[in-house]
């Protein structure tokens, strides 16, 4: 899958909150429909196997409940793609990324061989399961942790036991830290730590530029990593570090994009571009543009990650992964530049987005309802992200009961209506979106203050102490109900509002675009 990642550091955001978010698109030519699902402990399998690789995995027998975006279809598996669980850890799995030829042929992908022959049969082969993929991850690491690291070391003990038949970043969250882990090959693993003050960048590419092994094999501050993973660069020649030292060597520090990752004429085209364009949104006061700027958007040295000129907010992270390049010659909505240019490189929100969530961590919010999934389905340019408490016992029809079939009972096909309506009337039907996003905001952030002043009041039970406490206020006929309860309604509202103004827009959109047909004609019949 082709996908778009940014990540902000409890320091860098304006609340205090860690927040990732990222876009899942479809590969070419499909579109992936999307529901938002609770997973309680019963629901979860003790024992796991693999769509697409036929890996089977024993599973421990003491899951938490997870919320996540996944798949409609369950043809390529689960795909639970974002989630956050009871414990307030939060997962989005994955970034597709690259591994370049060196990498791979020293420790190859695990993938899936299928069986030769039949049982019994002179020459019969028995299947040889695949490692573990995009499919699998969030179901396998994200019911039990409880914190980030806890999830990172999950998971690579996974790919160290079973491998991987893919490579993948993957972003694991609690409310202090954010770790980024990229797979290497089809067993080792890289992981480091958003720094507080920063914001991260990851376009579908091998993205981490700087890793301390010190670091990793010490304190683990800052940096983790396969336990192996400096005899496996020292005997493979993989540090392409110019220090001076042997070629079987390998520095404390080194950059891990160029040890392991591509850079190549279609990451010019696809992935860099959308790297330069998130940094030239959050630090524009760089010089992005000129002849002599420093990075341009087929930069291969584009930074990981950097400082932000000003906080960043939930509005910062939606515009960013629904944009296109707007305010430069690169639009294919614009008027600048020329019609070359305005499709020479990849926008990151593109048609086949499948959903865009970005989970924030809230630590000034009780641990019931600290987490918070911003989600958006279909295409960014025509939508916007609505919140949604993650610790819920279930979740609004309206996300959740999304059909495999257009209907405009889900807001997954009310949303790609929408779109799919409105690109050809770009200008047109502009106002109306920005109107609707805009009123979206406002009444999510309404919503969440509200829904937090309650659960602040003390009536309400945490699950902690078995009982709410606290006076109650109006007829106290809700006093001593679960707190989850109390996220499901909330949610629910902001279900109910979606789903009248999401309509509303539809309609809008519709009658514009109707009257905007090349068969129209405005002499009416009746005047004949």
């Not at 043809?75 to 997962?91: C, H, K, P, S, T």
């Not at 200008?427 to 659960?455: C, K, P, Q, S, W």
């Amino acid at each position: 899958m082709s996908c778009t990642t940014i990540l902000i550091g409890k320091s860098a955001s304006t609340d205090g909150s860690t927040i990732i978010a990222r876009d899942d698109d479809s590969g070419s030519g499909r579109y992936d429909p999307k529901r938002f699902v609770a997973v309680h402990p019963e629901d979860q399998p003790r024992h796991y196997r693999s769509v697409l690789s036929h890996v089977e995995i024993n599973l421990p027998d003491d899951p938490c409940r997870y919320t996540i975006v996944p798949n409609v279809l369950n043809n390529r598996g689960v795909l639970a793609e974002a989630g956050a669980n009871e414990r307030n850890v939060a997962m989005s799995a994955t970034e597709t990324i690259a591994v370049n030829e060196r990498v791979a042929a020293a420790d190859p992908f695990v993938e899936l061989v299928p069986a030769v022959g039949e049982p019994g049969e002179p020459g019969y082969q028995p299947e040889q399961p695949g490692g573990i993929g995009e499919e699998d991850i969030i179901t396998l690491v994200l019911p039990y942790v409880a914190t980030a690291r806890e999830g990172v070391l999950r998971l690579g003990d996974l790919l160290q036991t079973y491998g991987t038949y893919e490579s993948n970043g993957v972003i694991i969250s609690d409310v202090d830290e954010i770790w980024y882990v990229e797979t290497i090959g089809g067993h080792h693993w890289i992981a480091r730590r958003v720094p507080d003050d920063c914001y991260a960048t990851i376009p579908n590419q091998l993205g981490i530029d700087r890793f301390d092994l010190a670091d990793a094999f010490g304190e683990q501050r800052e940096y983790l990593c396969s336990a192996d993973l400096r005899e496996f660069m020292a005997q493979h020649r993989l540090d392409r570090t110019m220090d001076g030292t042997a070629n079987d060597a390998v520095p404390d520090v080194f950059n891990p994009r160029l040890a392991f990752g591509t850079s190549t004429p279609k990451d010019h085209i696809y992935n860099t571009p959308r790297a330069w364009y998130m940094q030239r949104r959050l630090n524009p006061g760089d010089d992005w543009d000129s002849p002599v700027a420093r990075y341009t958007p087929e930069s291969d040295d584009i930074p990981w990650c950097r400082v932000p000129e000003a906080k960043v907010t939930v509005e910062d992270v939606d515009f960013l992964l629904s944009s296109h390049f707007e305010g430069t010659p690169y639009d294919p909505y614009g008027t600048t530049g020329t019609a070359e240019s305005r499709h020479r490189y990849r926008p990151i929100g593109v048609n086949r987005t499948g959903h865009m969530v970005a989970i924030q961590l809230r630590p000034y919010a009780p641990a019931a309802s600290r987490a918070v999934m911003w989600i958006s389905y279909g295409s960014g340019p025509f939508t916007t992200a609505a919140p949604f408490y993650a610790n819920v016992d279930d979740t609004p029809a309206y996300l959740r009961d999304t059909t495999p079939e257009v209907s405009t009972d889900s807001l997954y096909w009310t949303n790609r209506l929408i779109a799919a309506l409105a690109d050809a009337h770009w200008f047109d039907t502009r106002n109306a979106i920005e109107r609707y996003a805009e009123n979206v905001r406002i009444f999510g952030h309404r919503l969440l203050g509200e829904t937090d002043a309650a659960i602040a009041s003390g009536r309400f039970d945490d699950g902690i102490d078995g009982n709410g406490d606290g006076l109650a206020d109006g007829d106290g006929s809700r006093d001593g109900m679960p707190v989850t309860g109390v996220l499901a309604e909330a949610n629910d509202r902001m279900a109910d509002y979606l789903r009248v103004h999401t309509t509303t827009l539809l309609n809008d959109v519709l009658y514009t675009s109707s009257n905007l047909m090349h068969n129209g004609f405005a002499m009416s019949d009746r005047w004949v």
